[in-house]
């Protein structure tokens, strides 16, 4: 067998490391394109996941208002308004216990309450536009003559316009509403404690929304 000399045998080595070189450097590529693919695809998983969880959490923030707009009801209603007069023989006095048919909001209707003030005045359901760029409101019962903004003499018409003074909620006080109904029968601020909600002073409940407590 003929032995390949020096030089010869050393151009025959720096070829097959050359050739193996090649080949570990193409695999390694092989194998950075395959995971950097994988962590992509996981990428753009994640990102439309995230993506659909806060466009439900944005839908149902914007849920807000609607029909009666009784959602984000202050806790504690506060005092009375100035002006108003307490009711010279209301058929519930403070402190008697209550259930109300009023189903103003979830977890309302058939609650026990208490009576925490009477008053004689005029009590109106409206329809208004929130200030804060809410949904309109329509039928929002209740709120009374002495929570509008100079609105003249009582009782004012169906179709009237007034400027809300209340703030039961986000976005009512300033705002301008349209009368969609008017009572004079004795109207309640009451607290209620259920397993649904905690309130203080929750204005109004007018007297045909509530019975006596057995």
């Not at 209550?98 to 309450?113: C, F, N, Q, R, T």
């Not at 705002?175 to 404690?193: F, G, H, L, N």
């Not at 929750?202 to 019975?211: G, N, R, T």
């Amino acid at each position: 067998m003929k032995k390949l000399n020096p030089t010869a045998r050393l151009a025959a080595v720096t070829a097959a490391l050359g050739l193996a070189l090649a080949g570990c450097s193409t695999g390694s590529d092989d194998a950075q394109g395959s995971g950097g693919e994988e962590s992509h695809g996981s990428h753009e998983s994640s990102s439309s996941e995230t993506s659909s969880s806060e466009h439900e959490d944005m839908a149902s923030t914007e849920s807000g208002h609607g029909s009666g707009g009784h959602e984000g009801h202050a806790a504690d209603g506060g005092d009375p308004p100035k002006g108003i007069t307490k009711a010279a023989d209301p058929k519930f006095d403070v402190g008697d216990t209550v259930v109300l048919s009023a189903d103003h909001m979830p977890g309302m209707k058939g609650a026990e309450a208490t009576v925490s003030g009477a008053f004689d005045t005029t009590t109106y359901s409206i329809s208004y536009t929130p200030t804060d760029g809410g949904d309109p409101v329509k039928d929002h019962k209740w709120v009374v003559h002495e929570e509008l903004k100079d609105p003249g003499k009582a009782p004012l018409k169906k179709g009237d316009k007034a400027t809300v003074n209340a703030d039961h909620m986000p976005g009512m006080k300033g705002a301008e509403a349209t009368i969609d109904s008017a009572t004079d029968e004795t109207v309640y601020m009451v607290d209620i404690k259920t397993d649904e909600m905690e309130m203080t002073n929750h204005k109004w409940v007018v007297e045909s929304e509530m019975k006596p407590a057995k």
